[in-house]
């Protein structure tokens, strides 16, 4: 779904069109029938938010007042005898243990380590469009490609200035800023990429995720891939590369939360 | 409204346990409805091959399809708590039993109690019933959203202003807040689409 077809059908469902305006989507949800199924799931998200923040008492108030009212811990006489209960405990606790070192060894045990275990320098070449996208083209490739980003980040800085929508040129600075540890800097540069009608969100979004695992925001990650990751492969794709790694990161991500 | 319209006239239990309790929140007013009906349901389910246990399942669940109904504006009780209840007890230890049992087997006996006003509850519960599959999976998939996400949604229908929801969620500026809110829902239809039961959902008005 477009951006501009989510604007219209929060401005419908939320009451904020014109006469016209509100004639001419109408008339057009009679020929469309994917937006009108977006339009009908977003009514329905709408009357269960209404719910959640209008009414006084809600489905989690009713959560709580059933687990008073139905304690988990009623008694029940154990059917398996006690022996056997003992040795399937001691088998499970055998594989958590396996388990539990089989991750110790294969996972990254720190933020640090997992961002290094992902981070990927953003592959630029500046030659390709037959234009010169800066002065320096060249040399802002060759301290790239060799990692020196402290001494190509203020080239590229240069450059975007001078040519603000070249989102590779604006990658390339979010990368440098992000391996340099200058994670505030970085999360701004992969927003500001975000909010273009950019082809390169995807890799914006995977950045920033990478960018909060670095400054050990973790949850934040998991945020970021959670919500770009549906919008970028749709719903019924088949996986691709990118869904992998960022399945393997979720996972890697969740391991790390759960140790904390 | 044409003349031929007819507004159904709401029992004294709408006011008492619906508005008061649900609406305002009276709590106190809710737990009265376990303290009153549960042991009914409990010696109905014991004549119809259920346990406690059962009972206390559909119990929880009869709750669960209350608290969506009261939630919702047009809905009005227009017949006794209990009849109400009765409807919804039966339709769902019904589905349940209808996996293990022959058909010529569901024949439940009525609670004599509510039996006169029957004809006025099974309508309203049955709808109830069927909005509140639909709304269930709602609530589930919103509740697997990420917490900035569940927040940004729930701002926003408080009509919060942007930069306050932008402020409170530590987001840049406003075109974030756009384009996260949309990603979350987004996020949440895809969750909906996957729930085997979203078809229950499709022909639902809200």
């Known amino acids: 779904m477009s951006e501009q077809d989510l604007t219209l059908i929060e401005a419908y469902v939320k009451g904020n069109m014109t006469a016209d305006e509100k004639a001419a989507f109408e008339a057009r949800l009679k020929s469309d029938p994917e937006l009108s199924s977006a339009l009908s799931d977003r009514q329905k998200m709408e009357a269960y938010l209404t719910h959640r923040t209008s009414v006084a008492f809600t489905l989690d108030d009713l959560r709580h007042l059933n687990q008073q009212n139905f304690p988990e811990d009623r008694k029940k006489s154990p059917l398996i005898p006690v022996r056997t209960i003992i040795s399937i405990a001691a088998s499970i606790l055998f594989v958590l243990a396996a388990y539990f070192l089989y991750n110790t060894y294969t996972s990254p045990s720190s933020p640090e380590e997992l961002y290094q275990a992902f981070a990927e320098p953003i592959p630029l070449d500046l030659t390709t ?10 040399l802002i490739m060759d301290l790239y490609t060799a990692g020196k980003y402290s001494e190509v980040l203020p080239l590229l800085q240069n450059c975007t200035e001078a040519k603000p929508d070249n989102s590779l040129l604006k990658m390339a600075r979010g990368y440098c800023q992000m ?3 200058d994670t505030e800097a970085a999360g ?12 390169l969100k995807d890799e914006a979004a995977w950045n920033l995720a990478l960018t909060y695992v670095r400054a050990g925001e973790l949850e934040r990650a998991k ?38 | 409204m044409t003349a031929n319209t007819v507004m159904p006239v709401p029992h004294q239990d709408h006011h008492y346990y619906i508005e008061e309790g649900f609406r305002k929140g009276n709590r106190h007013r809710i737990q009265e409805i376990y303290d009153r009906f549960l042991g009914q349901l409990k010696g109905w389910m014991k004549n119809n091959q259920g346990t406690i246990k059962d009972a206390e399942d559909v119990f929880q669940y009869s709750m669960m399809v209350l608290t969506i109904s009261a939630g919702k504006e047009g809905f009005c009780l227009n017949c006794p708590l209990g009849a109400f209840l009765f409807v919804i007890w039966k339709h769902h230890w019904r589905d349940r039993l209808r996996g293990r049992l022959k058909l010529q087997e569901l024949q439940f006996t009525i609670l004599a109690q509510y039996e006169q006003d029957i004809h006025l509850a099974e309508p309203l519960a049955e709808r109830a019933h069927s909005e509140a599959i639909c709304f269930q999976l709602l609530d589930k998939t919103f509740l697997e959203l990420s917490a900035t996400c569940r927040q940004l949604l729930e701002l926003d229908k408080q009509s919060k202003p942007v930069e306050e929801i932008a402020q409170t969620l530590n987001m840049s500026n406003r075109n974030t807040v756009y384009r996260r809110k949309f990603a979350c829902i987004e996020r949440w239809r895809s ?10 959902c499709k022909n639902m008005t809200q």
């Open chain 1, 129 to 138: 469009r037959g234009e010169n996208a800066c002065a320096d083209d060249q």
């Open chain 1, 179 to 181: 391996e340099l540890g």
């Open chain 1, 188 to 199: 701004k540069t992969f927003e500001e990429i975000l909010e273009e009608e950019s082809l």
């Open chain 1, 223 to 260: 945020e970021v891939l959670e919500e770009y990751s549906i919008i970028r492969d749709g719903i019924d794709r088949p996986r691709s590369k990118k869904q992998s790694r960022e399945e393997k990161l979720l996972k890697d991500l969740q391991k790390l939360i759960d140790r904390k």
């Open chain 2, 191 to 200: 969750l909906i689409h996957r729930e085997p039961d979203f078809d229950h």
